[in-house]
Structure formats: structure tokens, C-alpha cells
């Protein structure tokens, strides 16, 4: 194949897993597009930002799996590109103490061995200052876990990509799908033929989808992003070794708040619930619910007595929330040269490397080192199959 229009691999998505994926195929010599809809970079889908959490503080030992491998894969990343993507500050990781889910999570990672220190009542304190232990929470620190730097990943990554020989073309947006043999693009500007198609698409993913047959129950939501601004500066830095945090409340992860040092915004810390409120992806600036902040607020005034209770900056994002929250990486279920990544659902950033190689391995026909039956599609047939 020669011809600018005509490639071994078309990546729809410049998102982190696509970016990661299309780097992956490149690497393997295939001749690569990658296409975006927006301008590059972006703050409309899911990616943007500052920063990300790293862990391995996961209740599922194949994410613990994937992690263990994934870590190798940001390391070698940075080298190639040169830059810094990952700061280790660990993770605090609290509940209730009797709490199902935090129970699972610490048991997941003994059995797993991912290093980690117990805390107790009495030396929380000394090793986290400035955090208030709920009455009945336990807690522990997950020590290998950190910051991975968002915008410059996807910077790193893309760049990477290029020097591999890779082709982005943004600002083109794709606006039909017919499968086949060669797959054929329509986009705002042309019309591509490839031999493999990877959709990653975020929050847009259905509306590609839909073109070729199929819908997945993905839910789109709208994350308001809070920084909260310390009252004595430095209290919660990560040049002061503050870590990330998990809050874990409820049975349902919806119900979690997370939180990150202050690092990007000096003198603020950004801690966010992990759910948000429905919206369209073409509209994420009209869904204005601010329910979460109050939930936020009640939070940062009674276990984080050192910031301010109200929001100095709120920025938005999106999630793609399957409904058992496990990501999509898998084959179209009606053509092979076709692959899904997809449903990320508010924890997918950490494994873009390792994403990026199962989704360049299925696309290539090769047999993916890990198991991927929690990310099949046929899983959501079995509970409701309108949906396919
Ligand atoms: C507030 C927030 C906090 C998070 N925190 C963490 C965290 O701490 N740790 C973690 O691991 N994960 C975290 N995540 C989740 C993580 O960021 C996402 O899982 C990940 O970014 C999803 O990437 P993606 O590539 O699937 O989607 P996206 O980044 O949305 O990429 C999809 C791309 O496809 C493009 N596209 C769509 N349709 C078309 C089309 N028709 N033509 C061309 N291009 C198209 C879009 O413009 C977009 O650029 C967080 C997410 C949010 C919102
Ligand atoms: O994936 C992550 O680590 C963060 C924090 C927990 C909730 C979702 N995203």
C-alpha cells in the first residue's frame, strides 16, 4: 500500500489508548493513521489534564497482572522519549474497617504481594499529617503507586509515534465506518481504506459504533475535577511527600473520592468523587449538576482540616462507564478487522501502555498475554441483549 489514503492500521482516537496503540502498531512496522477529531491537544474528552493515579490497589488481581506489567512499559516509555511520566508518592488507602471492598483490596494486594505498610490509629498521625482517619476506618499505604503526568504522555507518546513513521491527521473527524475486507473511513476531509481498524473513541465510541451495526451499554458521564486550596502552603505538597489518596465508602466504587498532592496548581490539591452526572459528549458544558461538590465539600471539612471546604478551581472530564465498570478490548462481534477499546470507565489512564499492546495484538491476530475474558463484549449479551 502507498498511497496516503490507504493504510495497514487505522486508529480513530488520539486519547491515550489510542495514542498507546498506534505507537504499538507503528513499532510492529505497520503503516499507521491516527485520527482525531479535535485539534491536538484537547480538553473535550478524557484525557487532558495534569495528572493521573497509578496503583496497583486494585480488588481484581488480573488489574494487579496488568499493572505489574504496565509499570515496565511507562518506565521504558519515559527513557524512549526522555521525559519524566510517573512520580511515586505512594497511595493512602482508607475505609471502613469491616468495608467488603477495602477488605478485598488489601487481600489482593498481600496475596499479590504489592508492597504495602498497615497503619494503625495511632501512627497515622505521624505518617500522614493534616488527614483526619474516619471513626471505624482502617487504613494502609500502597508504596510503588503515584502521579503519572497526563498532557505530557500523550505528548511523549504521540511524538514517539511520528519518529516511528506514524501519520496523525486531527481536526478530521471521522463520520462513517463501512466494513469490510479494506475497511473504508469517511471523515470530515477524506476517505481512508485500511486493512485493521481500532476504535477508541471515549465518549463518542456508540456514535461510531452505531455505523456498523452495534451499541454497547456504555454511559457517559461528566467529572468535575475540584482543587481545593491549602490553608499553610506546602501542607499537602508532593515535594513534602503527601500521597495519593483512595477513599473507599460504600459497597459501589461510584461512592469512592480520590484525591492527588498538590503539584500541577501550586497550593492545591485536587480530590474528586469517582461519578458524575450524565452527558452528552457534545454538550459536556450544559450538564451543570454540583451535587458531587456538596458531597466534596462535607468530605475536604471534616478529614482534610487544612484545606479550604470550597472548590478554588473546577475543571471537567469524562467518563465511558460500563455497567461492571471493566473495560471493552475485544473484536467487533460481527468483523475481525475491527477492534474495540472502549469503556474505561474513570480508572483506564494507567494501563495505556499495556492497553495499547493487547488492542495492537488483537488488531495484528496474535494471541494477547493475559486473559481477556472480563473485557469481552459477550459479557453484556448474557445480562441484556438489546444492547448488542
Ligand atoms: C476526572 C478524571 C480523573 C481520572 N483519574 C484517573 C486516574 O487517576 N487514574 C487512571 O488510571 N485513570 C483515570 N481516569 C480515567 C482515564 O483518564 C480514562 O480512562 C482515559 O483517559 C480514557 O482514554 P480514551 O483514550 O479511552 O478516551 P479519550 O481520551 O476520550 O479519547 C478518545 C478520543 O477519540 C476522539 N474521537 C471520538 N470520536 C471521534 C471521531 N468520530 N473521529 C475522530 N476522533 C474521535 C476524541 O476526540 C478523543 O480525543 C480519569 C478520568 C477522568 C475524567
Ligand atoms: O484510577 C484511579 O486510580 C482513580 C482513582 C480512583 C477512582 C478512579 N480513578
Redesign the pocket.
Known sequence: MTSNREFDCVV???????SFTAYQLARRNKKTLL????VLP?T??????QT???RKAYEEDFYIRMMEECYKLWSQMEKEAGVKLYRQTGLLVMGPEKNESYQLCKNTMLKNNVPMVQLTRENFGLHIPNVSLAEGHAAFVELTAGV?Y?DRTLKAVQGQFQKLGGVIRDN????DIKPGSLVTIL?STGVYRTKRLVI?????TN??LVKTGIELPLEVMK?N?CYWREKVDGSYDVKQKFPCFLQIEGEKSKEHI?GLPANEYPGMVKI?LHAGSPADPDQRDQQKDRSDIETLQRFVSRRFPGLVPEPAVVES????VTPDNHFVLDYHPAYRNIVI??G?????????PIVGQILCDLSLGEVPSFDLSPFRITRFQAKNKSSL
Open positions: 480513530i482516537g488520539a486519547g491515550v489508548q489510542g485520527l482525531e477529531q479535535f484537547h473535550r474528552g478524557s484525557s487532558h489534564g493521573r493515579i497509578i503519572l497526563a478530521e473527524k471521522v463520520t471523515t477508541t473513541a471515549g465518549p463518542w456514535r461510531l467529572i475535577v480520590y474528586c472530564c469524562l467518563y465511558t477499546g472502549a474505561f470507565s474513570g480508572h483506564g489512564f494507567k494501563f495505556g
